[in-house]
Every structure is written in C-alpha cells, then in structure tokens.
C-alpha cells in the first residue's frame, strides 16, 4: 500500500493513464449514482405511509429534464468509449525501436530471452526508458502475463504469438504474475520485473551475456543447420521450397491468391503447421516440425529468420 491508494504506484507513463481513466470513470459513476440515492431516500422520507403529503402525480413533465438524464450519461460514457480505446490502441502499436524480448510460458515459470543472449527465469530485467516489446507463446496451457505496477496484462496462449510493449520509467523491482490459473502450482508462478538505470543495465547484461552464451538469433542459426531446414530454404535450392532470407516483414503471397505479412505468428505457423498458409508456386510437402522442436527452440528459429540477411547481405526490417 502506497499512501491514500491501496495499490502500488504506477510505473509508466501508460500505467498513470489508466489510473487517469479509472480514476474519471469512478468519479463518473458517483457523481450519476448519488443524486439517485439522495433522491430515493428523500422520497422514502417525505411519502413514508403515515405522513400528509400529495400523492397524485404531476400532470405535466418536462421533456428536456427527462430526455437529459438519459443524453448524458450517454454522452459521459461515449467519451470514456473513446479514450478507453485509445489506450487499448496504443498498447497494440509498439515503437520501432522496442527491444524484443521472447518470452516462453510453461507450467510453471516464465522464460525470458534478451537478444543479446542473456537468459532468465521469473525475473525480467529492463533498462529504465527503453521501450521493451514482450513477444510471448506458451508451451503448454494458457497463461496471462501480468505487470501491476505498468497496469498491463496479456494472454500467453499455446500455438500462438501474443506481443505487449511497454516503458518503464521508474527504476525498482516490481511484482510479475500469471493472472490465468493455469494448475494446481498456478500460485507460485510469479517473479519480479526489475527496472534498472542504463548503467546498472549496462552492467548486468555484461555480467550476464558470457560464457559464450549464444543469442536467440544464433542458436536459431544453428538449429537451422543442424535440422536440415537450409537444404530446401537456401536461395540456391530455389524451387523446392521458398527461400527465407529477408523474410521477416514482407508480404507473403500464398496458393489461394491471398497475402499475409511474414511476422513472428506466420513464421511459427510455417514450422508447426507448414499446410496452413502454402506459398504460391510451391507444393505443400513440408512435414510438421510440431513433435521436434519445442517451444524455445521455434522462438529461435524465429529470432534467427528475423534476423537472417538477404542475398546482399541487408538485414530483414519488420
């Protein structure tokens, strides 16, 4: 508890806009709510059964005070309609220059892969000021990805993407929880988001990243060799099987005729469900990857393709 507020003080700007919103709304709703209760009980007072009063109805209303009450409240709503969804929008639209971090969910942890090769269990550590967007998938049951004190939730669904952005801008350790109950051991499934200044950052990136850990991108490099999937892909085997070099944002067209943008979920789904979405011009005749790789080793692989470079060597933009 922080002060008057039962609740832990937001974190971000985002977080203080919904705390904004909340806040209107439930003045919203007193304000519309009170005169109504003031009123009822005025009225159970003055017609109560024993005193004197008139009791026929007026023979007249008045057409502007009845049609204002219900205008109003309309017009109040509508507005918060508006900035509600503009909120929601926003969280949908994350900057160009968000830091990907994949996270994969399984009963009963969560497993956060930095770019740069650092990997976590529970903890999420973030620089202070940068925006950082989650791209999330579980390996199992549906989980849901909850930051109070950012005022952010999202799904974490299996066979899916789900992404979340957010900036913090206040540094210190902050509750992460799974707000879907996901099994019996649902209630240890939690851990801390700790926000850090650049430098503090800086340095536990540094201390984290050794070893020779591999990043995301690399191990995906790796399993795509390892796995056979440069026989048919490489651009020099072009005909058998699309090439995916430069793949990642572009516009896909498929057997149908229809296009899809080639983002993080199309990817997936070309290595559990390859007949899904056919390229045009080839043959559906890729197996399913489903039962061989798991749910971090396809995050790699999705990294490694994001960014695979093309045959001139530029790097793949979203």
């Known amino acids: 508890m922080s002060g008057f507020f039962p609740w832990q003080p937001a974190a971000s700007a985002y977080g203080r806009q919904i705390d904004l919103l909340a806040a209107a709304f439930g003045t919203m709703v007193w304000l519309l709510a009170i005169p109504v209760f003031v009123l009822m009980a005025v009225f159970a007072w003055r017609y109560r059964r024993t005193r004197e009063v008139n009791r026929q109805n007026r023979p007249n209303g008045n057409v502007w005070v009845e049609a204002s009450w219900s205008v109003i409240p309309f017009l109040m709503i509508l507005v918060f309609y508006v ?9 949908r639209q994350p900057p160009e220059d968000a830091v990907t971090i994949d996270v994969v969910a399984k009963q009963w942890m969560w497993k956060f892969q930095h770019p740069e090769g650092a990997r976590e269990i529970n903890d999420l550590h973030v620089p202070v000021g940068t925006p950082i967007k989650l791209v999330m998938t ?10 109070p004190a950012l005022r952010i939730k999202q799904d974490v669904v299996p066979g899916r993407y789900s992404t979340l952005w957010f900036t913090a801008d206040r540094a210190g350790a902050y509750p992460l929880r799974c707000a879907e109950f996901c099994g019996a051991d649902h209630s240890v ?11 503090d950052f800086a340095a536990w990136q540094a201390a984290h990243n050794g070893n020779g850990a591999l990043s995301a991108a690399e191990r995906g490099a790796r399993l795509y060799r390892t796995s056979g999937c440069a026989g048919c892909h490489d651009r020099t085997q072009e005909g058998l099987a699309p090439a995916l070099s430069d793949i990642f944002g572009r516009q896909v067209v498929l057997a149908d005729g229809s296009r899809t943008r080639a983002d993080e979920q199309y ?6 469900l390859p007949n899904k979405q056919v390229v045009a011009g080839f043959r559906g005749i890729m197996p399913s990857y489903a039962a ?26 979203p």
């Open 83 to 91: 900035w509600a969804t503009s909120l929601y929008l926003d969280l």
């Open 138 to 147: 579980s390996q199992d049951v549906i989980h849901s990805l909850y930051l």
């Open 189 to 199: 499934m939690g851990g801390k988001l700790i926000v850090m200044e650049a430098a």
């Open 267 to 272: 990817l997936r789904d070309a290595i559990m």
């Open 292 to 317: 061989s790789f798991s749910a971090e080793e396809v995050a790699d692989l999705v990294a490694f393709l994001k960014s695979a470079p093309s045959a001139d060597g530029r790097i793949a933009q």
